[in-house]
């Protein structure tokens, strides 16, 4: 079946520093890949996606590519800022897996300190 | 457009009575999920409804919960005889016909159901 690996939390960064979140995903065919952020008290808010191999997905700064090679959509942002201190899932829709609902990963914890 | 409502945001009941929660998706919007997230995990893929027809359910729905949309606008999940592993943040999202692919899904802020 469908699932989604992404790296373990937390991740603590600096203010300013770069930010990788890897995702990696199993699922047959061309599944649709997504990226959202959870933050304390609120739901889960779409940050970017991308729905076929090569696409990349871009908000706010941050950016992920489709890598249908790899199977990987890695989440990368430039510089962080403190307000980017979420929780970040990747999350895939596929047609075998009925195209209708998301798998998601486990979550990563990212703390910006100043 | 005031988002996805879920209602109570928080629910403390003990072990075997019934709960039920409320969710008022956004009201353009045809499709209804609901999700279940424990902590430490991601959410996790309870039941759909397209208009008022509930057209899948995952294998984690047990018999003991049901979930209905009679009008197609606000869903109610319900869990009978409630057990200690049924404490999970419980959260419920809308979005157009055409799903999460094209436009992505709006999710609610979540009820969290703590079984004692």
């Known amino acids: 079946g469908d699932s989604v690996t992404q790296m373990e939390g937390p991740v603590t960064l600096s203010e300013e520093a770069f930010l990788t979140i890897n995702c990696t995903y199993t699922?047959?065919?061309?599944?649709?890949l997504f990226w959202y952020v959870q933050y304390p008290g609120e739901g889960l808010q779409l940050l970017l996606k991308?729905?076929?191999?090569?696409d990349k997905g871009s908000n706010k700064g941050f950016e992920a590519t489709y890598r249908k090679e790899t199977t990987s959509f890695h989440l990368e942002k430039g510089s962080v800022q403190v307000s980017d201190s979420a929780v970040y899932f990747c999350?895939?829709?596929?047609?075998?897996?009925?195209?209708?609902?998301?798998?998601f990963g486990t979550g990563t914890q990212l703390k910006v300190e100043l | 457009d005031t988002g996805v409502s879920q209602d109570p945001r928080h629910k403390i009941t003990k072990r075997g009575q019934n709960v039920t929660f409320r969710c008022d998706p956004i009201s353009e919007h045809n499709r209804l999920y609901w999700y279940r997230q424990t902590l430490g995990q991601g959410p996790e893929f309870l039941t759909y409804f397209q208009n008022e027809a509930q057209l899948e359910k995952s294998r984690l729905l047990s018999d003991r919960f049901s979930a209905e949309r009679p009008k197609g606008s606000f869903s109610t999940l319900e869990i009978q005889r409630t057990e200690q592993g049924d404490s999970a943040m419980y959260l419920c999202a809308s979005s157009p016909f055409g799903g999460q692919i094209n436009y992505g899904y709006t999710f609610g802020s979540g009820t969290r159901l703590t079984v004692v």
């Open positions: 699922a047959t065919g061309y599944p649709s």
């Open positions: 991308a729905t076929k191999a090569d």
């Open positions: 999350a895939l829709s596929s047609l075998t897996g009925g195209g209708n609902k998301l798998t």
